[in-house]
């Protein structure tokens, strides 16, 4: 099986993009899919999430991996990869990667640096998932510059707004510009409460809008307090809470994810 890679973007802040990316990747792991995670977030949340809780003291993190690829100089793609006890790798972040904005900004070829860089990777690996920081900035382009098909989740505690529209634009001119073969794999709606008839609007009004012209995902994640803590535990859902609704929507989303790839 030829490796895909998946960004998760999108600009507007806490939406879900972390636990998406965490918990799709156990999910896929889950079902023997290699996975190879990549915190591309300067807050390193994933990197947290995943139980390495002070990430500013890793020595190897990917602004090491893209410095070298903007520098020409010689480097292993592979170091500084985490193994996860959950059945998945991770390349982390911090700080640093705030660090290598301006370096990139002036760098040849400066939204191909992650792309680059995740090359030689994918024969190791049927999923590389890039979690995106909640810009539209030179990284999550470089993200999407790398990605196969980006992954949209959206808050069902707010209404879509204009960010959508940006964000879709942003795929259609990397797409024009860098990386033809970009597609949105699908859009998720997150933080879903039944109760809330906001959240029921919500994704009604994101299937009747975008549903189509892309793919909205049949899985739909529900707002769970298991979620929050399982990230505070530095574990994914599936070993938290296995049983519970959000581990079952993320492995259905893996399937839905899975039988395209
Ligand atoms: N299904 C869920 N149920 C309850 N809380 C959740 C759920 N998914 C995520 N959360 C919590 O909501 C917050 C935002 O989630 P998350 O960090 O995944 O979003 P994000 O889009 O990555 O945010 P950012 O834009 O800051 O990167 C976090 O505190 C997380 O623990
Ligand atoms: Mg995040």
New binding site residues.
Partial sequence: MPCRTIA?A?????????????SLGVALARRGRRVLLVDA?P?G??TK?LGWADPDSLETTIADHMAAVIGGSDDDPRAGVLGHREGVDLMPANIELANIELPLLMAMSRERVLATWAEPLKRGYDYIIF????TLGIVPVNALAAADGVIV?V?AEYLPASGMAGLLRTVARVRRGINPGLSVEGILV???DARNNLAREVERTVRGIYGGDYRVFDAV????????????AGES?FSYDGRGK?AA?YARLAEEVDRRG
Avoid: W
């Avoid at 999108?10 to 965490?22: P, V, W, Y």
């Avoid at 979690?131 to 909640?134: E, G, I, L, R, S």
């Fill in positions: 998760i999108n600009q507007k802040g806490g939406t879900g993009k972390t636990s998406t990316a965490l977030d807050q949340d994933l999430s979690d995106c920081a909640p989740p808050s997150t933080l879903y994640v529900p707002r769970a307090v298991s979620a929050a803590e399982s990230a505070a859902v959000v929507a």
